[in-house]
């Protein structure tokens, strides 16, 4: 069988240390990290169990921030009803990720650092995948199928699929990731933690070795309150998203003082859709200026052979995200 | 005695599956038994240049890597489609050839799973590739069996350009359904063990009549020398039907190491180490006078097929016994790809045609301004229109009829979007299902002793449907026992003749085996009571004992119950064997049957067409913003002869109706056309529905008698629920946006 050393360390400091001596990775709730390992695409040497580290556990709302540890469990979080009225955002795109039993087991530090989906990648028998094997092609952009790969943020090299929805929030609402490592603790806006494909789409993160993730916050604004995230996909109960949307808006009577729009399941990174926000500042949020700003959103993306829908049903799903958090803004549902 | 037959009895073996102690095939572990993993191909067409096996063997625990190099023993047998018991007739490892991506190319046999898992991703292989093709080209197909005399394969009655000529309104248009896998809960495995030369083979099938005949006749052993087991399937669909390779390399394997083997197949592997559902393209073109009679019909049906075998499942022949028309005509074309063999899967003939029918039918109606029930209903017809002869029974109006009620068609405005709800468009679509009722030959066992208790043994199958109950309830009715005192054994190679749990047969020729032993039973009994110098029925002619409900009744009016005439017995038991023979069966179909083939005497036979009709009803929701699509409300009503148990047929008809919803909406192989390969080959990704996707589904059973298919009257529901589904959906999503989704499945991507 494939063989890997296991530690499963009590203290953060420990965990720091086995992974630097070991080579290995970490381990929480493992739902990407043995399903890629059971498949033969990722072999790590040891894995470091850091579901010890009962201080990551929980999370806690305060009146500016709310903190999530690493180590919450995707369903408690989801499950919160406080968190719900305050940031239903972050609720909603837990709910709508995965399945129960999954969101059982997973933690949320892994969940923002989960990898993709892509087939390619996922299955040794292609030889061409850059991420996999650096430098050995793209099967997808090699005539493959591609109807579910990025349409935004891809390179010549990758075009592979973030395929979470929580990091939309994230992003959406300025979070800030923080980490320890063996260069010691530092604060990562969260939109800086994923890089880009480029030229080495093996790289996904700005994380370095070692480094562990230990918390996210999220700053708490008006446009939390009325936010939403929407996500159409092909099946209702558990599924990838075809196109999501993690949106927030503050309204001044009818106009937009803040906004906050993030896409999902179409970029190959958590998406900011910053010109698409602009778009609507200052504005009445209607119908009208909710399509526009779906329109700007996707305004560079490159579709690909087979995924030209998802530019219209992202702009589609952006408008009716907006719509929604409209009404939350004006006291609606 | 309590009536049996039509009623709602809770599965006999519930209790077994719920607790876990039901014995699947990956559950039995034979003394010291090792565990195989197969290795397979990266590459569609092409050589195996070099295999590298040192790894895998230096792997601790691996004992053996086995490739076409070195593997003895192996044996190939002939496929199906070239009429013998094999899943395929290409048969992997025999050389370095690779002709589908994903076969078999090394077998590792190791201490654990484990082990052999990994020994066999240490595998190295190097190629030489060919070109390759994955999926079919409708304008490159070929008219089936073409110079060889394959009857049905054209169908031509009347004059199809005058029936179009004439027609008021015309409908041409192709439909297009994808490639699907089964994906049953329940992985592919084998165990196999070796003693001498009699071989017990463990695995999970849908016949094993065939699987110990195939095994026996490839290795030269007498069938008693071969065992196979199978008592519980975890859901088949067709796709356990076969001999399949991993089946053959685990008998090998296991002779070749002189140890017990099992291998549990990988889900990305049961993707192509068996069968699937072929893609195809309908191609239909209908025409109506103004009435909406039919004057003209054609259907083309054209299906992939692999480049070794010729897949026929002749959809054809269903879609043609559907509707009055004097001008037919019918082809049956083919369609060569790079991939293994498909098969049979869950309506095999029925869910891609019926796609396409049903949809180009509802294209009708609206040219027609008609109501498409009506449409149906003005075309509906009691003879075969191609055979001319009638249908045994036929209650498709009457099916329509109960649906329409329980399901408010009559609220149904005609206009396309005309049915809105907040921010979803709401969209009401029909459509036919009908299955064809075959009937094979069948024998069963039952013994029944004068305690109280029957014994029922045929080498039939439950592959999830309920069939351990059905049988006991067949022989409680007419023993006049408790359901529970009747106790079956079924799934093993040398009990009773019994079919292939295929074709929805088992009910009808199984059920009607044990359903003529309990005859017999009677008969026997009537004999020995009646020659005994006392007792009730002493002294009567035993032809004119009659048995009903376990009592047995003289002409005069004496009865005696069965059970103690069974018990004055001096053997205190009796055992019979019942058969199922249909005058329409020849000897030819029998003797098929016999042998582990597929010998239906239907669904047309030379009196009569014998078929279960349906009408199903859905409501559909599309979401203005996300073009989400969702089935809110799905009715059906079914007419199929006697159903045998309320309860299970119920399941059976939903479980049907819900993978319809799966076929509608989400269920695809995808494929990578540069190397031929299949894709989501994993059930995150292969999406179905479940719980969470399904809201209401209504099941209508309605009375229906048959006389004719069988004695029972009983027709077969194991496939007839999923047939209208996807045609019903997609009329539906057409009522709601306008929108006419001619391709399988139906996505957001179509509605944006």
């Given amino acids: ?333 | 005695m309590a009536q049996t037959i039509n009623t709602a009895v809770t599965r006999t073996d519930a209790p077994r599956k719920v607790t876990g102690s039901a014995t699947y095939a990956a559950d039995v572990m034979p003394a010291g038994m090792l565990h195989g993993a197969l290795a397979t191909s990266a590459i569609a067409v092409g050589t195996l240049a070099r295999i590298d096996t040192a790894k895998a063997e230096a792997e601790p625990g691996v004992i053996a890597v086995f490739t076409h190099e070195n593997l003895p023993d192996y044996k190939p047998v002939k496929g199906f489609y070239a009429g013998g018991p094999g899943s395929a007739s290409f048969w992997p490892m025999e050389n370095a050839r690779i002709r589908y991506a994903g076969q078999p190319i090394a077998y590792v046999v190791a201490q654990t799973a484990a082990a052999a898992r990994r020994g066999a991703q240490l595998i190295e292989a190097r190629y030489e590739t060919d070109e390759s093709r994955i999926t079919m080209d409708a304008d490159d197909s070929f008219v089936v069996g073409a110079g060889e005399d394959r009857e049905g394969m054209v169908t031509t009655k009347g004059d199809l350009a005058q029936g179009l000529a004439t027609a008021a309104q015309t409908v041409e248009a192709e439909y297009i359904t994808p490639f699907q896998h089964h994906n049953p809960m329940e992985m592919f495995a084998a165990t196999a063990e070796w003693r001498g030369d009699r071989l017990t083979v463990w695995m999970p099938s849908q016949s094993v009549r065939t699987l110990r005949a195939g095994i026996a006749q490839a290795y030269g052993l007498a069938e008693t020398s071969v065992r196979v087991i199978s008592p519980f399937v975890g859901g088949a669909f067709g796709s356990k039907a076969g001999i399949t390779p991993y089946t053959m390399l685990t008998i090998a394997a296991a002779k070749a190491v002189g140890a017990p083997v099992r291998l549990i197949v990988t889900r990305p592997q049961m993707y192509t180490v068996a069968t699937f559902r072929p893609e195809s393209v309908q191609r239909f073109r209908l025409g109506a006078d103004a009435e909406g009679k039919l004057t003209a019909f054609e259907h083309i049906e054209m299906s992939q097929t692999s480049q070794f075998d010729e897949v026929v499942n002749p959809g054809t022949h269903m879609t043609r016994a559907m509707y009055a028309c004097p001008n037919i005509h019918t082809e049956q074309r083919l369609s060569r790809s790079d991939t293994n063999t498909g098969g049979f899967m869950r309506a095999p003939n029925e869910m891609q045609t019926f796609f396409g029918l049903e949809q180009a039918m509802d294209e009708l109606a609206i040219k027609l301004g008609m109501d498409p029930v009506e449409l149906r209903r003005i075309n509906d017809t009691d003879r075969h229109p191609v055979a001319d002869v009638p249908f045994s029974s036929r209650s498709l109006m009457e099916s329509y009829d109960a649906v329409a009620r329980s399901f408010g068609w009559a609220d149904r405005t005609p206009e396309v979007g005309s049915m809105t709800d907040g921010d979803w468009l709401v969209g009401y679509g029909c459509a036919t299902a009908t299955y064809p009722t075959n009937i094979l030959a069948s024998n069963a066992r039952v013994r029944m002793q004068g305690t109280g208790l029957a014994y029922i043994e045929l080498a039939a199958h439950d592959v999830g449907t309920g069939t351990y109950t059905i049988m006991a309830q067949i022989a409680a009715a007419r023993l006049g026992l408790p359901v529970e005192a009747c106790d079956v054994v079924m799934g093993e190679g040398d009990m009773p003749v019994a079919p292939i749990s295929g074709g929805s047969t088992t009910a009808a020729s199984a059920g009607s085996a044990v359903h003529d032993a309990c005859i017999k039973i009677g008969h026997q009994i009537a004999v020995q009571v009646s020659a005994m110098p006392q007792g009730p029925l002493s002294g009567v002619d035993p032809a004119q004992i009659a048995l009903e409900n376990g009592i047995l009744t003289a002409p005069d009016g004496q009865t005696q119950p069965l059970i103690e005439a069974v018990a004055s017995t001096p053997e205190g038991e009796v055992e019979v064997i019942g058969e199922f023979r249909h005058k329409a069966m020849t000897d030819e179909m029998i003797k098929a049957t016999f042998q582990g083939g597929y010998g239906t005497a239907g669904p047309v036979t030379p009196e009569m067409a014998m078929f279960a009709f349906g009408a199903e009803m859905v409501e559909v929701r599309v979401h203005r913003w996300t073009h989400e699509i969702r089935v809110p409300r799905l009715h059906g009503a079914f007419a199929a002869g006697t159903i045998l148990n309320r309860k299970t047929a119920h399941s059976q008809l939903m479980g049907g109706m819900i993978w319809g919803i799966g076929s509608a909406l989400h269920e695809v192989t995808e494929t990578d056309k540069p190397r031929a390969r299949f894709l989501n080959t994993n059930i995150a990704e292969y999406l179905i529905p479940v719980n969470a996707d399904v809201r209401e589904v209504r099941v209508e059973m309605l009375d229906e008698r048959d006389d004719y298919v069988n004695p029972l009257g009983v027709k077969g529901i194991g496939e007839l629920g999923i047939v209208g589904t996807a045609a019903a959906i997609a009329n539906a999503v057409h009522h709601a946006t306008g929108k006419r989704l001619r391709q399988l499945p139906i996505r957001m991507s179509d509605l944006v």
């Fill in chain 1, 1 to 333: 069988m494939l063989n890997f050393a296991y530690h499963s360390p009590k203290t953060l400091a420990d965990a720091i240390d086995a992974i630097r001596n070991s080579g290995g990775d970490i381990l929480a709730g493992g739902t990407t990290m043995v399903d890629l390992m059971k498949i033969g695409v990722h072999e790590p040497p040891a894995l470091v169990d850091i579901t010890g580290l009962a201080d990551l556990e929980g999370h806690e709302i305060g009146p500016d921030r709310i903190r999530f540890g690493a180590l919450a469990r995707m369903t408690h979080v989801a499950d919160d009803a406080d968190l719900v009225s305050v940031a239903p955002v972050l609720t909603e795109s837990l709910w709508k990720a995965a399945s129960p039993q999954l969101r059982n087991v997973a933690r949320l530090g892994g969940n923002i650092l989960q990898r993709t989906r892509c087939p390619y990648f996922r299955d040794t028998a292609y030889s061409q995948c850059n991420k996999r094997d650096p430098g050995s092609g793209c099967a997808a952009l090699d005539g493959g199928e591609t109807s579910h790969h990025a349409i935004l943020g891809g390179s010549s090299g990758c075009v592979a699929m973030y395929p979470g929805d929580w990091a939309q929030a994230l992003i959406a609402f300025d979070a800030e990731v923080h980490t320890q490592g063996p260069a010691g603790r530092r604060t990562i806006p969260f939109a800086d933690l994923h890089v880009l494909p480029g030229d080495t789409p093996e790289i996904e993160t700005i994380l370095q070795p070692g480094e562990i993730v230990t918390g996210i916050t999220v700053p708490v604004v008006p446009a939390l309150k009325a936010s939403h995230y929407l996500k159409a996909r092909d099946r209702e109960s558990y599924a990838f998203a075809s196109a999501s949307a993690a949106v927030g808006v503050e309204l001044d009577g009818d106009t937009v003082r803040d906004v906050r729009i993030a896409l999902g399941g179409v970029a190959t990174t958590p998406w900011r859709a910053r010109a698409a926000e602009d778009s609507l500042k200052g504005k009445p949020l209607t119908e009208k200026t909710a399509r526009e700003a779906g329109r700007i959103a996707f305004a560079d993306a490159k579709d690909l052979k087979g995924s030209a829908y998802k530019i219209k049903l992202g702009a589609d799903v952006v408008a009716g995200a907006l719509m929604t958090a409209k009404s939350r803004a004006q006291g609606g549902e």
